[in-house]
Structures are given as C-alpha cells and as structure tokens.
C-alpha cells in the first residue's frame, strides 16, 4: 500500500490500534505464552491505554467494502503513516495490517469478557499481512486473543504479587535470624539467647499480623480495581463493537456515495449531450424563426395572389360554364345541322354496287351489260345488244373494281347517325350471287359494312368519351322459312323445336323479345360476336349457298347513350340486314319506317343475268322514290322519365 493510498482513508473514521500494538497485547496477557509477564497488565501501558481510549484505526478502503484496521495517522497525535502495517512491512518490522470482513465482522459472541477460563476474543478474519518475522502467513481464519490476567474469587494479580514478597520477605528475616543466632551461640549464653529469640519472634510476629492487616487491605484493594478494569474492558469492549457496527454503516454508506457518485457522472455526460443537443436546437430555432420571418413578409404577397387567382378562377369557371352551354348548343345544332343534310339527301338511299364477272364467266364468255362511265354521277346504264337500253339513276354507283374501302366512305355517315340517337337501317338486295354477303360481311382481308361500320362506331365513342358514354350490345339472327332464329344461340338449328321468336312492333321501334344481346367493348368482342353468328348460319345447313340464298341474315346493333353535360339518353338501334336472294323476295314486303335506311342494290354484269337485274334496279328505283317520313330521334323514354320526375 502506497503513502498516498493511506490518504484515502478518512481520518475521522480511525481508531488507532496498530497490528504491532495488539500483538503486543496479545503476547503480553496470553496465559499460554512462556514468557507472559503474570504482572506486566497495566492499563497505563501507552499501547493499552490508546486501546482503552479508543484511539485504535479502523480504517474503510475506498477500493475495498471492508473495514481496515491500521497503524495510526498524522491526525493522531504521537502517530505517524509510517506505522502503517504496509510501510511495516516494508520496514520487515512485525507490523501488520488487518481487515474486519463486513460479514464476519465482530458479534457479541466473539467479543466476551471472562474469567481466568474464558478469554476476551477478538476475531480479525481476512488477514493479509504477516506478522511473524520469517514472513510467514498468516490464515484468513487466524485469531488474536486479548488475554486478561488470570484471576481467582479470592485473589487478584495484585493478591499473587504481595504474597509472593511476604514469603521472600520472611524467608530473608529467617536467614538472618538463623545467622545472627549462630553468632550469639559463640558469645553469649543460650538463656540470653533464647530471650533476643522470643523478643525478636514477638517483634517478628506483630510485624507479621501488621503486614497481614496491610496484606489484607491491599487484597480487597486490588480485587476493588480489577473489578473496576473488568468494567472499563467490558465497556471498552461494548464501544468497539459500536465502533464497529458505526464503521460498518459508514462503509456501506461509502458504497453507496461511491455508486452516487458514478451515477452522477453518467448524468453529468447525459446532460452534457442534451446541452450540446438544446445548443443546436437552438440554432435550428432561430434559423426557423429568421425563415418564419421571411415568410411572413410574403404572406400579405401570397395572399394577395391568391385573391388575384381566385377572382380569374372564377372567371374562368363563369367562361367554362358559358362554352359548356355554347358548345352544348352549338352541338345540337350541328347534329340537327346533320341530320337535315341527311333529310335532304333522303331518309331512303340506295347504292348500286356489281359485282365483277367471275372466273367461270370469264371462262365462258361472257359479256357485260352494263356501262359506268357515268357512275361517278350516280348513273348506270343497261346495254342490249352493245347499245343503252336504260339509264338508273341513284345515290351512288360502284362498278366491279371499287374496293370495299370505298364503299363504306359513303356509309360513314350512318354510323354517327346511329350515335346520335337515329335508328339506321342498312341492308343489301340483290340477285342471288351478286355480292350481297360480300358487301355486308366481307372477309378477313376485305372487311364488309357490318365491321367497318361498328369499327367507325367504336372510333367516334372514343373521341366523345369525355363527352358521351355509349353502351354497345349486338344480337345476330337469321330469318328462315319465315322463322327467326337467333344466331348467339348454340344448337338452335333450323327445323329444331326451340323458343320462337317473334317480331314485334313497339313505341321504340321492331323489338324481338328473348333474343340473346351480346355486349361488347370493343373490335375484338365484335369480330367474335359477328364470327360466332357467321358460323352458325353455315354449318346450319347442309348446302350453304342454298340456305344463304333462302334466307335473311339480321344483325341488330342496340346502343344507349348518355351525354355527361346534359344528362341526355339516347336508345337507337343499327340494323344491318344481308337479305336472301331478290328472286326469293315478294318485293310488296319490303317495308322501310321512320329510320334512315340505305340500300345496296347489288347486281351482276352479266348479260346472261340481265333480266333479274333490271328487275333488282327497277325494285331498288322505286324504294329510292320512297318518301318516308323525318326520321325521329329516339329518346330514351324510361331515362326521360326519370328526368322529368327529378325536375
Ligand atoms: N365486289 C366483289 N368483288 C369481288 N368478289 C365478289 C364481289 N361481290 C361478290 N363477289 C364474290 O361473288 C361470290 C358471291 O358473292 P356472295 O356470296 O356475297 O353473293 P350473295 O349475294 O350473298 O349470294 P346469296 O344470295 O346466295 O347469299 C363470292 O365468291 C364473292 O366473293
């Protein structure tokens, strides 16, 4: 243990009592030790009295719990450091330094003051240091008695001592005597001798009852102050163990500074980063404030602003609000616009369309009747024996070579009819041959009216979608032997027992109840619903060119618009009709109603086939001069009803 150490150990928690100074008292009163001075107890002993008065060090270890018993201090008067058990050591002195275990400590038990057979014990565990000289250890469960003088009932220390004098005392009288008496025996008489024998036996003898009445009090003396020292030893005794429990609570109350003290610095680095962390807050505080303040200064900026866009919003919403309503207007007008060109042109159109000779034809000679050199202005002309015989006139004329693309340019114009709430009636009549299918179907690489006309349908529902929403659904039948039936219906072949359909006619037009409606979205829902209707008429019979040629075949496109500014609905429908052979037909049944219909006269240039042609071009002339009454927009009633309740 280093000099400096020993300042770690508070002077006001020390007792003086040196390792040296109890060994010292425990050779000097151990009855068992040869060399015990029976005497030598004397409470005046300057090592015995500083452990009377209470000046032994118990020291308490900053570095260890338990409390240190150790060589007296500077504070101490006649003490220095260098009593210190380490420094004794050091000194090979037989100092050493001793610590009292917190849990062995020292109890009442351990501590006893006693008679001669009991011995007053005071138990140091934990030794670690050597007291004797050849540095031997010494066990950590090695005891240091403090052995008081051995002592009877009736006699102290004291008693021993006093008896012990008087009995030498009385040997020294005798010898003397014994002397003295040989002397006389030389040169006086025995007679004279005897008397100075008893004088002096008398003398000796009151010397002696004196001596015994002063042995006697120094006896009562002595055990009056050896119960006065039992006293002050158990007293002594009681203030070390209070010393010690002291000690005791004063090393736990160490502890517990000692673990104050760590948790106080944690908290002092703890605040010492929220310090540093409130410093940068308080930065970032005021930059925020500085930036608040710029704000504020573009506050009146932004809300004046704000006021300036609210007032042109507003005009803009009052100048939207007036183009919807124009827009909506100018709409209404350019469909009625429309419509009334379409009025003009006729509610009933025909197109004449013939078909080119064919392979076989060719092969065979054939010759073609017919001249268009003036098609382009709707003319044709029928040639007898290579001279006109006829001139037809009609809406358009397309000879052999006009492709199918052509042929729906002028058909567009239906199809935006239809979207706009106008029942539309396309069909073909002709010859059986003449190109009828050809011209309403096609084929993959040349699509038909059909196709190109619900393909143009699906366009403009795009470009009014922000405007418009339509709903397309399609039903496909087929007229056969004055029997309809319905095409999107599997199994339903002809001949076969099944639900019959019927036509009937209602406020909203020809309506067929039951028959299957196939909604579509677009192109490809088409082009299925349309092959789907396609096959079933030809694998229903078993000659194909027969059956077509017998019967109608009906497409009925059904589309219900909404306009999104106005709320109006529309129901319409677009009939697309190829009808059977022209042979087949009553020409008498033939009947058009209130919607635009166009016609496809369809014709061959054959001259073997002239007569059947004239008879098409004459049909097809008298249904172009039919005068069929303006054609009415069809509002949906049900939708109108429900508007008219709301308002
Ligand atoms: N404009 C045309 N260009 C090329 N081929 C044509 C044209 N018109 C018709 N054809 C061909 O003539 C044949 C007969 O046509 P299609 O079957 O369309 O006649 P149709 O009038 O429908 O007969 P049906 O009354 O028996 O049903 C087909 O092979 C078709 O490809």
Known sequence: MEDNEWNHY????????????????????SPENESF????????????????????????????????????????????????PEIS????????????????????????????????????????????PEEELISPEASFELHPPPITNDESPRDYSLRDNEMLEDARVSQEAELECSEDVEDIGVEEKFLKLKRDFECQRKELAVTRRELGELKRENQQKSSECQEALKSLKELQNE?????????????????QVKEKSKWFISLRDLTRKLKIMKMEHMKLLEEAEAYKKYEADISELGLIIKSKMNEQLASHEDLKSKYI????????????????????????RCRPLNAEEIKGGAAMALDFDSAREGELTVMSNGSPKKTFKFDAVFGPQ??????????????????????????????????KTFTMEGTED????????????????????????????????????????????????????????????????????????????????????????????????????????????????????????????????????????????AKTEVQGGDSKTLMFVQISPNENDLGETICSLNFASRVRGIELGPPKKQWDTIELLKHKQMV
């Open 37 to 84: 001075e029976r005497n030598s107890l004397q409470f005046d002993d300057p090592i015995v009295k500083n452990l009377v008065d209470g000046r032994s060090i118990l020291g308490y270890s900053m570095n260890s719990p338990d409390l240190v018993i150790c060589g007296g201090s500077p504070d101490i008067a006649g003490m220095t450091y260098c009593d210190s």
């Open 89 to 132: 050591k050091s000194k090979n002195c037989f100092n050493a330094s001793m610590e009292l275990s917190l849990e062995n400590g020292i109890n009442a038990s351990e501590v006893e003051v006693c008679n001669v057979h009991k011995t007053p014990t005071v138990k140091f565990s934990n030794l670690c240091q050597t007291i004797e």
């Open 10 to 29: 508070d002077p006001l928690l020390l007792t003086d009592v040196s390792f040296q100074q109890q060994q010292t008292i425990s050779t000097r009163l």
């Open 446 to 585: 040349a699509r038909g009216v059909n196709f190109r006309t619900l393909e143009k349908m699906f366009d403009i529902i795009k470009e009014r979608q922000s405007l418009n929403r339509y709903d397309i659904s399609v039903s496909v039948l087929e007229v056969y032997n004055e029997q309809i039936r319905d095409l999107l219906v599997s199994g339903n072949h002809p001949g076969m027992s099944g639900k019959r359909l019927e036509i009937r006619q209602s406020g909203e037009g020809m309506h067929i109840p039951g028959l299957v409606e196939a909604h579509v979205n677009n192109m490809n829902e088409v082009w299925e619903v349309l092959q789907t209707g396609s096959n079933a008429r030809a694998v229903s019979s078993t000659n194909a060119n027969e059956h077509s040629s017998r019967s109608h075949c009906i497409h009925c496109v059904m589309v219900k618009g909404e306009n999104l500014l106005n709320g109006e609905h529309t129901r319409s429908k677009l009939w697309l009709v190829d009808l059977a052979g022209s042979e087949r037909v």
């Open 243 to 259: 010393l010690m429990r002291k000690s005791m609570h004063v090393g736990s109350l160490a502890f517990a500074i000692e673990g």
């Open 402 to 435: 006009v492709e199918q693309a052509d042929i729906f340019e002028d058909t567009v114009p239906f199809a935006t009819s239809v979207l706009d709430g106008y029942n539309v009636c396309i069909f073909a009549y002709g010859q059986t041959g003449t190109g």
């Open 329 to 352: 207007e100018g709409a209404k007008v350019q469909k009625e616009l429309y419509n009334k060109v379409l009025e003009l042109r006729g509610n009933i159109r025909v197109f004449c």
